[in-house]
């Protein structure tokens, strides 16, 4: 099967166009919290959804477009990666997700859980499904744009902790910061820290 360019290009632009949606997302979020718990859950069903939608949409259009590289074992990995991204996943939204009713969403610092190991799990796990996707895939779009969705998840963190986490939870997501790993779980020992609902 031929590469189809016009696949990939609409790929990495739906992508890109999810990406800004839950940058622009984060970015109100804080406000949506100052407001109430509803408002978070509500404001983050909507633009998140929507932006993960999109991205998830480009994704697969860049993983379709072609041309195809990589062996039995190759994706076979991928899979391994994917399957290892849902799971980090899930362990988050159970404690920050808005997977939960919405008279059950809570709005303090978490702390326990995935999150005393990592500060930010769900970026962890969409960096995971970047690699797992491109390698299950093969599609050279998708390989070639790869380094440009890990460094977006990456760049994330940071955005959303200077736009909502720390104007919302200022000294205590400061103490958070300085006895939990960003991006690359504590495994192995004790976490530093992990008392209920802190923030």
């Known amino acids: ?7 990939g290009v609409a790929g990495l632009a739906l992508g890109v166009a999810g990406a800004a949606i839950i940058l622009a997302y984060t970015a109100v979020n804080r406000r ?3 407001r109430s718990a509803l408002a978070h859950w509500g ?7 929507a932006g993960m939608t999109a991205m998830a949409a480009g994704w697969t259009l860049l993983g379709l477009a072609g041309p195809w590289v990589g062996a039995w074992g190759w994706r076979a990995a991928g899979a ?9 996943y899930v362990a988050s939204s159970v404690h920050v997700g808005r997977w939960r009713k919405p008279a059950e969403y809570g709005l303090g610092l978490r702390t326990e859980g995935i999150y005393a190991h990592v500060r930010h799990p769900q970026a962890l796990a969409l960096i995971l499904a970047a690699v797992g996707t491109a390698l299950v895939s093969g599609s050279l ?5 790869l380094p440009l969705w890990l460094a977006y998840w990456t760049a994330y963190t940071y955005f959303e902790e200077r ?3 720390l104007p919302s939870f200022g000294e205590d997501y400061r103490r958070y910061q300085a006895r939990t790993p960003r991006l690359i779980p504590r495994i192995g020992r004790r976490p530093l820290g ?3 609902n802190s923030r």
């Open 141 to 145: 779009f998708f390989l070639a744009t």
């Open 80 to 88: 391994g990666v994917g399957i290892l991204a849902l799971g980090v």
């Open 32 to 34: 949506a919290r100052r």
């Open 194 to 196: 992990g008392s209920g």
């Open 43 to 49: 404001l983050g069903w909507i633009l998140g959804a």
């Open 1 to 7: 099967m031929e590469p189809d360019f016009r696949r």
């Open 163 to 165: 736009l909502e986490l």
